[in-house]
């Protein structure tokens, strides 16, 4: 019987690099060229069918500002994945990657997925080439994507292809036989017997 498992992603990275637009892009298909900043955190929620299973996800979108920086890393903790996200068009944000990924091995948990999104890639004028995200990610045994939050590009393969790789860590948590009372796992909910796969927001 297909189970529901519930699970929270967290999206970081430097001011303006997209990461509202990715989100909203993602949820509800549109795209908002003068997003305003994000203060602290925003959230979104959505819901689908992968591999026969019931996904939920819980995304925090957090605030790239260094003001907000010790109040959006509370949110690191229990996150299953994370989207680390920079602008291929400004490569200080490439750049201050490594930063960020000190924050996620400080405040995230050990067997965190994260996934690295070059964004904007529909632009002619970027700074940073793919493979040196691609580099960069491997480097660091990340996934990586290139994706446009515009034009919609890669942008489903992002969410779906992380939560697919933490979906798969907790089927074998929650398998056949009695899971190891030390084992860290996600949040698994109830079924619903009737439950649909759509968004709910």
Not at 32 to 47: C, I, M, Q, R, S
Not at 67 to 82: E, L, W
Not at 126 to 134: A, L, P
Not at 188 to 198: A, H, I, M, R, S
């Amino acid at each position: 019987m297909p189970q529901n498992f519930l699970f929270k992603l967290i999206i970081v990275g430097d001011v303006a690099v997209g990461k509202s637009c990715l989100l909203l892009q993602f949820l509800e298909r549109t795209f908002v060229p003068d997003h305003d900043v994000t203060l602290g955190v925003e959230f979104g929620t959505k819901a689908f069918v992968l591999n026969g299973q019931q996904v939920k996800l819980h995304i925090w979108d957090t605030a790239g500002l260094e003001t907000f920086r010790s109040i959006t890393r509370s949110y690191y903790r229990g996150a299953a994945g994370a989207l680390l996200v920079y602008d291929v068009t400004r490569r200080q944000t490439f750049e201050g990657l490594h930063e960020w990924v000190q924050d996620l091995q400080k405040y995230g948990t050990p067997d965190l997925v994260v996934t690295v999104v070059g964004n904007k890639c529909d632009r002619p004028d970027r700074q940073v080439s793919r493979d040196e995200g691609e580099m960069f990610a491997r480097e660091n045994h990340f996934n990586f994507f290139e994706c446009s939050a515009k034009t919609g590009e890669n942008v489903d393969e992002a969410f779906i292809g992380t939560s697919r790789i933490i979906l798969s860590a907790a089927e074998e948590a929650v398998g056949p036989e009695e899971p190891d009372d030390d084992v860290v796992k996600p949040e698994v909910e109830k079924p619903n017997n009737g439950g649909g796969g759509g968004c709910p927001c």
